[in-house]
């Protein structure tokens, strides 16, 4: 599996922005060059058909414009990862997941499955395309929503009305809420609202640990999920909800107020003597035991333990993330004696948690390249031993092919209010840059991304730099650093510099709506001028880099190496 991300509420982030950010890891062995491109509203297909699954379908003849960050090869779709539409609703699809086999066995995956013989066969089976995935649910969604909640809504009917043959977490933001989606087999789902005051952190795993039905089937403030959910959990026995126990008299009782423990057994026990005395049809018999688990189910309930899973590779792989990323915004807390609550290997780690100092974009850039610096993980390091430091798999990865992050900004108009925060490659060499979204083209440096190796592109200059430097973490550092502040330090300048100018073209009646020509021209020569930033400084920094290795070879030699002490 692969993909890490982190979910900032407007409370809990630097600015009152909501952030949404997640790394795009390629799968083993394979690295897929990305780029950023604005999509038109005439590029939009009306209609779709899935590269993967076959599955075609119909869209509204009305999208709007957006601009993403997908794959430049289309071999497997657009899979177009990231991106924020001209409403300022963002997406980011997907954080792969897992399902347990209880859930799978309950809701298959829609697969596709090819169609058996030849159509003049008289046991011919024609093609059954699958369902929605990854390269789909950007370019299905995000050009037909005006805001996170529509855009949730708009994604759970897809999946109940096509399904999905995969598991996987969907991102979903406004500048007031973020929203989280999680796919439960082949056509459920549920959706989580981040506090605005919290972060949330998932690496890989089902990752919300908390849901409430009462919301989710009433005002739905924090909580939506597909229209079936509770009758699926009860028909197939997925609850696990033990209650919660609490000292009475020296024995252990379990609370009411969830209807769990005996009080929820004895409401399903009386339910099945009604089924008895019902009727002697076996789908009556059937729909009333059914319907009376439901009415046993908890109001309140943990999904993780409902619908995930759990494996010892998810402690080399997974956890270990949701912990640093933890460890480095709750600071204070013990996360590395034997005593922690939490360690690297611990399945209980809080999806959210409110941080301890509020979040700025810097600290995303940290968590989502970091390799687990200051600890015994660090495969940089020089803290603990050799198989501590090649323990566990590290956020910033080689397979990292872009880290978005989408920053939504309540204090500035709608035109200017969306800024995607952009790297390419792999973390620890690199940094993110600022872009605005509502635009209609992007500057070439990040737009016209070669297939193969280039120079002339962000993305493979980032690459080289990676591959060179890794083997000379030591020597190279210093310089990484250096452009890496350098990069965000004129981000943050150039940003600031652009909202002054924007307000002031406002203010002199220049910019009349967010569409307007004069106010997409600025954003997009303020892009321009990021990227060629860019251009210059990432390229100074492969001279530097090559140099600093090419002095380090194996295969160096001159006549002074023989007289030296």
């Known amino acids: 599996m692969s993909c890490t991300t982190i979910l900032i509420g407007k409370n809990a982030s630097y600015d009152g922005s909501t952030i949404i950010a997640r790394d795009d890891d390629s799968g083993s062995g394979r690295y897929d060059p990305k780029h950023l491109v604005a999509v038109a509203p005439e590029d939009q297909p009306r209609h779709y058909v899935s590269v993967l699954s076959h599955v075609a379908i119909d869209l509204p003849d009305n999208p709007c414009r957006y601009t993403i960050a997908p794959n430049v090869l289309h071999n497997r779709g657009v899979l177009a990862e990231a991106g924020t539409n001209e409403h300022n609703v963002a997406m980011s699809a997907t954080e792969t997941i897992a399902v347990n086999d209880r859930v799978l066995a309950a809701d298959p995956m829609v697969e596709l499955r090819p169609a058996v013989g030849e159509p003049e066969d008289a046991d011919y089976q024609p093609e059954q395309p699958g369902g929605i995935g990854e390269e789909d649910i950007i370019t299905l969604v995000l050009p037909y929503v005006t805001d996170a909640r529509e855009g949730v809504k708009r994604l759970g009917e897809l999946l109940e009305t096509y399904g999905t043959y995969e598991s996987n977490g969907v991102i979903i933001s406004d500048v007031n809420e973020i929203w989280y989606v999680e796919t439960i087999g082949g056509h459920h789902w549920i959706a ?80 099945s003597a009604v089924v008895a005395a019902d009727t002697d049809s076996a789908a009556a018999n059937r729909e009333a035991r059914v319907k009376a688990r439901v009415e046993a189910l908890p109001n309140r309930f943990n999904p993780r333990k409902v619908f995930g899973a759990s494996t010892p590779k998810d402690h080399i792989y997974n956890t270990p993330r949701a912990w640093y990323m933890q460890r480095h915004l709750n600071p204070s807390e013990d996360w590395d004696s034997p005593a922690a609550q939490y360690t690297p290997e611990s399945d209980d780690i809080p999806w959210c948690r409110v941080p301890e100092n509020k979040v700025s974009l810097e600290d995303v850039d940290f968590l989502l390249s970091s390799h687990f610096e200051g600890t015994p993980y660090d495969p940089y390091g020089t803290k603990g031993t050799a198989e501590s430091r090649h323990r566990y798999r590290p956020i910033g990865v080689n397979r990292t092919g872009h880290m978005v992050a989408i920053q939504l900004r309540p204090y500035e108009p709608a035109a200017n209010r969306a800024v995607m925060w952009v790297s390419f490659g792999s973390g620890p060499f690199t940094t993110i840059a600022p872009f605005y979204a509502n635009v209609r083209d992007t500057p070439d440096y990040l737009r016209d991304t070669t297939p193969e190796v280039s120079t002339d592109n962000l993305y493979w200059t980032n690459r080289l730099i990676a591959v060179v430097a890794d083997a000379h973490w030591f020597e190279t550092h210093n310089a990484i650093e250096g452009y890496a502040e350098g990069v965000r330090a004129f981000g943050h300048r150039l940003v600031e510099q652009t909202d002054i100018a924007l307000e002031d073209m406002q203010l002199a009646g220049e910019a009349e709506s967010n569409a307007a020509p004069s106010v997409q021209s600025a954003l997009e020569a303020a892009n321009q001028q990021m990227a060629d930033y860019l251009r210059k400084h990432t390229t100074k920094l492969l001279h530097n880099v090559v140099y600093t290795a090419s002095n380090l070879m194996h295969n160096s030699f001159a006549m002074s190496d023989r007289w030296t002490d």
């Open 192 to 271: 989580r609202r981040v506090p605005d005051d919290c972060y949330a952190t998932i690496p890989n795993q089902l990752g919300i640990d908390d849901f409430s039905f009462t919301d989710a089937f009433g005002r739905q403030r924090e909580y939506m999920c597909s229209a079936d959910l509770r009758e699926f959990i009860a028909e197939h026995h997925l609850d696990r909800t033990m209650g919660t126990p609490a000292a009475t008299g020296g024995r252990h009782a379990h609370g009411t107020g969830s209807r769990t423990g005996s009080h929820a057994r004895r409401a399903a026990g009386s339910g």
